[in-house]
């Protein structure tokens, strides 16, 4: 018996490589705006699993996926202009999607690993917004679930391009712009 090869994926991932992004654009016209502020980011897939079994099993149970679904939970640092006061664009884009109905209730967003890995994926969903509150020491922190409508599809990496597009080449952070923060 040989033994296996160590893998050279010695390098373990940081949570924070994730980028949240939402289109505030028209439908002809996207405009990708990053959500800040992104404190906590679970993506997440679940599958409906149906029994299947037959007498052909012997006695085994059998399943098979019959449906899926996503979300995203995320919490942020709601954030507000230092002399203003007015709160995030984006930010404020899926508060008033969460207490709106019909197609005002939707938004497309992307999520993507920052580093240009193989792993992005767009889609349209429903907004949960809550304000986690606190006391006078606290910072205004709110979790929002983005609760998916229709399918999760995967896209190619805005960032895959050695990062040309969403980050800087040379240190692989986002590159300044007005707004973000």
Same mark, same amino acid.
């Given at each position: 018996?040989? +033994?296996?090869?160590?893998?050279?994926?010695? $390098?373990?991932?940081?949570?924070?490589?994730?980028?949240?992004?939402?289109?505030?654009?028209? &439908? *002809?016209? !996207?405009?990708?705006?990053?959500?800040?502020?992104?404190?906590?980011?679970?993506?997440?897939?679940?599958?409906?699993?149906?029994?299947?079994?037959?007498? @052909?099993?012997?006695?085994?149970?059998?399943?098979?996926?019959?449906?899926?679904a996503w979300s995203v939970e995320t919490t942020i640092a709601h954030r507000?202009?230092?002399?203003?006061?007015?709160? &995030?664009?984006?930010?404020?884009?899926?508060?008033?999607?969460?207490?709106?109905?019909?197609?005002?209730?939707?938004?497309?967003?992307?999520?993507?690993?920052? &580093?240009?890995? @193989?792993?992005?994926?767009? #889609?349209?969903?429903?907004?949960?917004?809550?304000?986690?509150?606190?006391?006078?020491?606290? $910072?205004?922190?709110?979790?929002?679930?983005? +609760? #998916?409508?229709? !399918?999760?599809? !995967?896209?190619? *990496?805005?960032?895959?391009?050695?990062?040309?597009?969403?980050?800087?080449?040379?240190?692989?952070? !986002?590159?300044?712009? #007005?707004?973000?923060?």
């Amino acid at each position: 018996m040989s +033994t296996p090869t160590p893998p050279v994926e010695t $390098v373990t991932a940081l949570a924070r490589r994730y980028r949240l992004e939402l289109d505030m654009g028209t &439908n *002809n016209a !996207p405009t990708w705006t990053l959500v800040p502020g992104v404190t906590e980011f679970t993506p997440k897939v679940e599958p409906t699993q149906q029994d299947v079994t037959t007498y @052909d099993a012997e006695g085994w149970s059998e399943q098979a996926v019959t449906m899926l679904a996503w979300s995203v939970e995320t919490t942020i640092a709601h954030r507000a202009h230092p002399t203003t006061g007015a709160f &995030n664009a984006a930010q404020e884009f899926l508060r008033k999607a969460s207490m709106s109905f019909g197609a005002a209730s939707y938004v497309t967003v992307r999520y993507y690993d920052r &580093n240009g890995a @193989d792993d992005a994926q767009q #889609g349209t969903a429903l907004v949960t917004w809550e304000p986690a509150g606190g006391g006078p020491d606290e $910072v205004d922190t709110v979790k929002i679930t983005l +609760t #998916g409508s229709g !399918p999760l599809a !995967p896209i190619a *990496n805005p960032a895959a391009d050695g990062g040309a597009s969403a980050l800087d080449s040379r240190t692989k952070m !986002p590159k300044p712009s #007005g707004g973000e923060a």
